[in-house]
């Protein structure tokens, strides 16, 4: 795993969807087992491609997630690899338990994907804008989560997700996000990717946070605080050997999440760092309220999904060493 | 179609089902006697005349699947199993004790020849139908078979089946309905009335039978009659007796799962006993 950075973090070229979509087509044509499915969403999922390429591979299933998360199971139990899209709230929320049983309880192959996490849902406003997605899921044993961050990371997963059996979850930014890595950059499902070396304090940042985490190690460094900074883009299996080390080593840490700060990436840290070395914990995200309607950019600074947030909770996690 | 021996010979495992099942359930002293009972003579159509499958090989990639939504009903299936050979016969007296391989709704992990892990109503719909897609994405000739409940028909998620499954032609499927009219809380007309299920089918677009579903001949005539429609989904009612065949159960409301006294059962397992003997003795 080798994560190489980016001197200055621009909008994408190309969307996520897109990426996404070109990698599955390119998997596909070497994997047969693999099927793409909808609910209703072809025009958002950006899987027109794929369906272009493989027809009869292609299911929409009309405004039905619970049937079609159930119909990828059974597909799976035959040997097909089936990557599922809706919006994040209709394949978490409103399909646990057929996420639990159908699929995870009984040892199948199906890849969901959740689309628009956390702020990025903007003008579809607060019924679709899941803060809560990952938590939900991460109750779920033997699932994997993962919110890749930017599309060099996304294209270098999928092959991983294909060949990593069971139930993903994967937490998609549809749309163009800030871009993060060089090309060559490789990642690791269940390794947090160390982008900054740091002994002072650790930032552990997911999704549209890592650049900002990033941004906010660069001006903490002008106040001489050494930030080390990861992503940690799989929420679970957590990296809790990259944590406990983190804890120990530098003595305090801060988590940035585009979810609700309860049970998502800034619990899962806790967890890891109650039970191996104790140490002050900052969680930047969602004090445990609702979504709301408006630009990304007006919402994050409602959220305070920002760098200089960052900035601030880091100054305080140093200040309770 | 069944010669006349032959529909002996289901009888008779429809009735040693009965018998096994039934000694599950005394061995244990409670259990999902009612829709465990309705199915029996289903199953033995299935197993001892329709299913393609191979006890020694449950994974065999060539079988019909055989996928039971209402997964409480797991003692009649594992009775069926173990007397087709797929585990041994002392296994149904650990039902639902601790570190058995038979629980008490299905799990395709710990079970041999239980194909599809069931338990939380209406989920079993949409897994028998993306295993009978992916059948016919491949161009395979498996069949599925998927039994469902009558007071399973409150799920929502069995009607977004039922309208994909006709959408999108999911002809190698063929649904039952245990017709037995109670649920757990009572007869069905009285928790959720789900009105006129022909018609309610129909109007899904399927192919709807309403059948005896305790009558082997029955059975098995409408699975052939199933077999021949083609494009369209097919629908087998089976009209039948929660707790069918155990004296505890039948005619009692609610009977979905009951406690038995010691011995209180000894008098139906003769019954099937003699039952078994005598048609045994016609063959």
């Not at chain 1, 978490?92 to 309880?105: E, G, I, N």
């Not at chain 2, 209406?122 to 599925?144: E, I």
């Not at chain 2, 059962?265 to 003997?277: F, P, T, V």
Request: charged share 20%; hydrophobic share 45%; with cysteine.
């Amino acid at each position: 795993m080798s994560a190489i950075v980016k001197t200055e973090f621009e909008k994408a070229p190309v969307e996520m969807r897109n990426i996404l979509c070109a990698a599955l087509v390119e998997q596909s044509k070497t994997n047969p087992a693999i099927v793409a499915m909808d609910a209703d969403t072809l025009g958002s999922s950006g899987f027109k491609p794929f369906r272009k390429a493989f027809p009869d591979r292609y299911i929409n299933c009309g405004i039905q997630e619970a049937n079609m998360i159930g119909v990828a199971a059974g597909m799976s139990a035959v040997g097909k690899i089936p990557f599922v899209h809706s919006f994040g709230p209709f394949v978490s929320r409103r399909v646990y338990d057929q996420v639990f049983l159908s699929c995870a309880y009984s040892k199948l192959n199906v890849k969901i994907i959740g689309s628009d996490p956390g702020v990025t849902a903007a003008y579809n406003g607060g019924t679709h804008m899941p803060f809560e997605d990952m938590g939900i899921l991460r109750v779920c044993p033997t699932i994997t989560l993962v919110e890749p961050s930017d599309p060099v990371q996304l294209e270098n997963i999928l092959p991983q997700i294909i060949d990593t059996y069971g139930t993903v979850y994967i937490r998609l930014m549809r749309k163009n996000p800030f871009s993060v890595y060089e090309q060559g950059s490789t990642f690791e499902i269940g390794k947090a990717a160390l982008l900054r070396p740091g002994k002072d304090v650790t930032i552990i940042a997911s999704g549209i946070l890592v650049a900002e985490a990033l941004k906010a190690a660069a001006t903490l460094a002008n106040e001489g605080i050494d930030a080390r900074v990861f992503d940690s883009f799989t929420w679970k299996p957590i990296d809790a050997a990259a944590i406990a080390a983190a804890a120990s080593e530098t003595g305090a840490i801060v988590t940035c999440e585009n979810h609700n700060i309860i049970g998502g990436l800034g619990g899962a840290v806790c967890e890891v760092v109650c039970s191996t070395n104790p140490c002050p914990v900052e969680r930047v995200g969602i004090p445990d309220i609702f979504g709301e309607v408006g630009t990304e950019p007006w919402l994050r600074e409602r959220f305070k999904l920002t760098a200089a947030e960052i900035v601030e909770k880091t100054r305080k996690a140093v200040s309770r060493k | 179609m069944l010669n006349e021996k032959e529909l002996i010979r289901v009888k008779a495992f429809a009735a040693q089902i009965r018998l096994e099942t039934l000694k599950e359930l005394a061995h244990l002293g409670f259990g999902h006697v009612g829709g465990a009972m309705s199915i029996v003579e289903t199953l033995a159509v299935l197993y001892d005349a329709q299913m393609k499958y191979d006890p020694k090989d449950p994974r065999w990639d060539r079988r019909d699947w055989y996928i039971q939504s209402k997964g409480h009903a797991g003692p009649a299936t594992y009775a069926a199993l173990a007397l087709k050979g797929f585990f041994p016969m002392s296994w149904l007296n650990t039902l639902n004790q601790g570190g058995t391989r038979l629980p008490s709704h299905c799990d395709r992990n710990l079970t041999p020849g239980i194909d599809m892990t069931t338990g939380s109503l209406g989920q079993g719909v949409s897994v028998a139908l993306g295993v009978a897609a992916a059948f016919k994405m491949d161009g395979k000739d498996n069949r599925v078979y998927l039994m469902v409940g009558d007071g399973e028909l409150n799920e929502g998620q069995v009607w977004e089946g039922a309208m994909f499954a006709s959408a999108k032609k999911i002809d190698n499927l063929i649904w039952f309905v245990d017709w037995n009219k109670q649920q757990l809380d009572g007869n069905t007309k009285d928790v959720c009335d789900m009105g006129d299920l022909k018609a309610k089918f129909e109007a899904f677009g399927f192919n709807v039978q309403v059948i005896n579903g305790h009558c082997v001949k029955a059975i098995d005539d409408a699975i052939d009659a199933a077999k021949a429609v083609t494009d369209k989904p097919s629908v087998i009612i089976l009209e039948t007796i929660k707790g069918y065949g155990c004296s505890a159960a039948e005619g009692v409301v609610p009977n979905h799962h009951i406690a038995f006294k010691a011995g209180q059962l000894d008098g139906d397992i003769a019954r099937w006993q003699s039952e078994y003997d005598a048609l045994m003795a016609q063959l």
